[in-house]
């Protein structure tokens, strides 16, 4: 007898790192939403199966799409900059902010799983107790009880130190079944080993000897958050530790490092150092290399670096696949 499979609506879906992770771990994604034309474009690109749907969610009439009217799962990764320390401007600045929107939908779904993921700072600094707070009550009118982790990307495979927040609610009786997935038994690849095939497609004749001192996960991916200007590796401190690593990290290229191109540690890094391309950052957010990604560089990044990689949204879809097969409420 074949197993049934739980459903999925992903909400500010993005790129798809999470949506794609949980239909890994054996999720059927009924409908995926996004704001950015971009991004619904690589969805319906690379799923054209799954009912995309190019909206503001803070405006988004649910009525108006029979796939939004039920799931077993409502998955959502947040925008992640109103939830950073230094940030200046919270959502929850307008009455209608996401965070908001997406319990809104909680309700008109009435999922048996709430899924929410952002920055670890989400679910553990301080600031934003508030911001907690507000998803307690909102389960627990539900009769849902909520609990939070963090997982690493590198404990899953994913070579890159990388953490991301998760809070999960679900009915108590679900939950008691519920367990926060391990890490998984083998070694993380490292930076290098992860790239070097690709640094090497064009002839560049160091590669190897690149990849040799890339040897650890490679550093946090960030910036391209919308409205920040072009596609780079972050600040100034995220670029210097990509350029310890031998990455310039002041732009993203078009193409890897051809023949004539001279590895060089000791002069000024855009000069003597090879920059990363979007399909090589999306091999370090543990993307197969057949998702393709629309839009143009700066788009592409942007989608990419933004996102939940696949193999960590698994290992969670698993754990949270087994606590509802387990449930006494199936």
């Excluded at 690589?42 to 799954?50: D, E, F, K, L, V």
């Excluded at 319990?103 to 989400?122: G, K």
């Amino acid at each position: 007898m074949q197993e049934h499979r739980f459903t999925v609506i992903d909400l500010c879906a993005g790129v798809g790192g999470q949506a794609l992770g949980l239909e890994e771990a054996g999720f059927e994604v009924t409908a995926a939403i996004d704001i950015d034309a971009d991004s619904c474009g690589t969805i319906s690109g690379n799923r054209p199966h799954w009912y995309t749907v190019q909206a503001d969610l803070k405006r988004l009439e649910p009525l108006d799409h029979a796939p939004l009217d039920h799931a077993d799962v409502l998955s959502c990764g947040l925008p992640r900059s109103p939830y950073t320390i230094a940030g200046k401007q919270l959502a929850t600045v307008d009455k209608r902010d996401t965070l908001q929107a997406v319990l809104d939908m909680a309700s008109f779904v009435r999922p048996r799983v709430l899924l929410i993921e952002n920055i670890p700072t989400f679910v553990r600094a301080d600031k934003f107790e508030a911001e907690r707070q507000k998803v307690r009550e909102a389960v627990e009118d539900l009769g849902y009880r909520m609990t939070s982790g963090v997982l690493t990307a590198t404990d899953f495979g994913v070579p890159q130190h990388r953490a991301h927040g998760f809070m999960i609610a679900m009915h108590p009786e679900d939950l008691a079944c519920f367990v926060w997935p391990d890490p998984t038994a083998t070694r993380c690849p490292t930076l290098g080993e992860t790239l070097l095939e690709s640094m090497a497609s064009r002839g560049w004749p160091e590669a190897a000897e690149w990849a040799e001192r890339a040897c650890e996960p490679a550093p946090l991916i960030m910036g391209g958050a919308t409205g920040r200007g072009g596609a780079d590796l972050g600040a100034s401190r995220a670029k210097s530790i990509w350029a310890r690593w031998g990455v310039y990290g002041g732009s993203i290229a078009d193409t890897a490092p051809g023949p004539d191109f001279r590895l060089n540690h000791e002069i000024e890094p855009r000069f003597g150092l090879p920059r990363l391309t979007v399909d090589q950052v999306a091999l370090l957010q543990g993307f197969a290399p057949d998702w393709k990604i629309a839009g143009r560089k700066t788009s592409a990044y942007r989608q990419i670096s933004q996102t939940t990689p696949p193999p960590v949204a698994a290992a969670l879809g698993h754990r949270i696949a087994e606590a509802l097969r387990r449930s006494p409420r199936r």
